[in-house]
Nanobody, 118 residues
């Protein structure tokens, strides 16, 4: 059974940084694609960033501030979030899946809360 576990959420002030991490276990192969989603209160869940062995993609709202990275073919992934804004407050979800023209998440973590507040 695949398990996806996030860590690293917390409370920060605007302009500060935070790093989220994710580990996928329970499978015998490496996922080609992984990604982060987020969901703010009262809003839909949005795709934040994705990473494959060949490329990374970011939502416009986080371009230039967030960096997604992965430990080679290992099923571990990070999201470095810099210059955080109030509107970045959300529950962030790690996912593992595949990419066929667009990203299709297959497995989800429970989420980790990121709160940006002054």
């Amino acid at each position: 059974q695949v398990q996806v576990v996030e860590s690293g959420g917390g409370l920060v002030q605007p302009g500060e940084s935070l790093r989220l991490s994710c580990t996928v276990s329970g499978n015998s192969f490496s996922f080609y694609a992984m990604g982060w989603y987020r969901q703010a209160p009262g809003k839909e869940r949005d795709l934040v960033a994705t990473i494959t062995t060949e490329s990374t993609e970011y939502a416009d709202a986080v371009k230039g501030r967030f960096t997604i990275s992965r430990n080679g073919t290992a099923n571990t992934m990070n999201l470095q979030m810099n210059s955080l804004k109030l509107e970045d407050t959300a529950v962030y979800f790690c996912t593992a899946g595949h990419y066929l023209g667009k990203y299709y998440p297959g497995h989800w973590g429970q989420g980790t809360q990121v709160t940006v507040s002054s």
